[in-house]
């Protein structure tokens, strides 16, 4: 199966009544190691580009990023997928969809209402007709280290104002604000699912929740089956990335090939316990009902300023 739309692994999520984890990745050692635990447990994964990584790639990022993706997708048989996380850059976003991103997420979630629906909706007309999925955010999902950002309802989704913005922004997929946020958490979050209940009742469109380092496996179990569809991990991740290279430096080892090694074990130890939150498992051939991804896209808009 290996590289499928996005929103194809969602539908396939919300079917089941479960979430896909998306894993934010910025090298080979991880994407390697989501695609390899995802077939080895059946399971559907996804990883993710955050821009900001992108800046230490240099400006080849998008096009290397998507040429990696596709080659490790195409030795699986799982349906996977790769992802612009956060942006708000309107060239940045043209470029990976060029480059042949599947998904882009456009991030307008600090904006007045009638901005982020008018530039997420700029990018989903050409995303669309470049047979790619978009994710908006509708709320804003904070930091962490700033503890009133989980607590500060008034960044929450507006449940009355949810299924307007899925209409109107045409976007694919809706990060929501329901209690996470991004980072350590210095306190346990605690997800308002009554609010989630209620935007799932109110849209059909496939719900996103950001923030999930950290997050208690009984609520995310909860909340899994009650609308979230897409679940995003990045800091525990990269954390664990960190610590392993952290103490096989400090054990006096030198070998930059034994510690590759090491950091993709470690990495897939750990992927396959995160993973079996999803609970779905895929293990005959689905029917897709959209066209295969092209490699690479061409007939980009070049500039352009939402």
């Known amino acids: 199966m290996g590289l499928v739309r996005v929103s194809e692994i969602l539908k396939m999520a919300d079917k089941a009544k479960t979430s896909v984890i998306a894993f ?8 390697h190691s989501v695609f390899t635990v995802a077939e080895e447990l059946n399971k559907p994964a996804l990883v ?41 850059d309107y060239d940045f976003i043209m470029r990976c969809l060029k480059a042949g991103f599947p998904s882009v997420m456009y991030d307008g979630s600090m904006l007045s209402y009638d901005d982020n629906v008018r530039n997420t909706r700029a990018v989903a007309r050409v995303a669309h007709a470049m047979g790619a999925d978009v994710e908006a955010e509708l709320g804003h999902v904070g930091f962490a280290a ?20 899925c209409e109107e922004s045409l976007c694919d997929s809706l990060a929501i604000a329901i209690g996470t946020a991004h980072g350590f958490y210095k306190k346990t979050p605690k997800l308002d699912l009554e609010r989630l209940q209620a935007i799932d009742a109110a849209v059909e469109t496939p719900l996103v929740l950001h923030g999930g380092s950290g997050v208690p496996d009984d609520q995310l179990e909860k909340a ?8 995003n991990v990045g800091t525990e991740y990269f954390y664990l990335y960190y610590q392993v290279v952290k103490e096989y430096v400090a054990a006096g080892n030198e070998d930059i090939f034994n510690m590759q090694l090491l950091v993709q074990e470690r990495l897939m130890d750990y992927l396959r316990k995160k993973m079996q939150l999803c609970t779905m498992t895929v293990t005959s051939p689905v029917s897709l009902s959209e066209r295969p991804l092209p490699a690479l896209r061409t007939g980009v808009p070049q500039g352009g300023v939402l």
């Open 24 to 31: 934010n990745s910025s090298d080979f050692n991880m994407i």
């Open 48 to 88: 993710m580009l955050d821009p900001r990584h992108a800046a230490l790639w240099g400006w080849g990022t998008p096009e290397v990023y998507a040429k990696m993706c596709i080659e490790e997708a195409s030795r699986v048989k799982v349906p996977v997928s790769f992802h612009l996380d956060h942006c708000s």
């Open 146 to 165: 700033t503890e009133t950002d989980q607590d500060d309802l008034d960044l929450y989704t507006k449940v009355d104002v949810a299924a307007r913005f």
């Open 224 to 231: 899994f089956t009650m609308g979230i569809n897409k679940f």
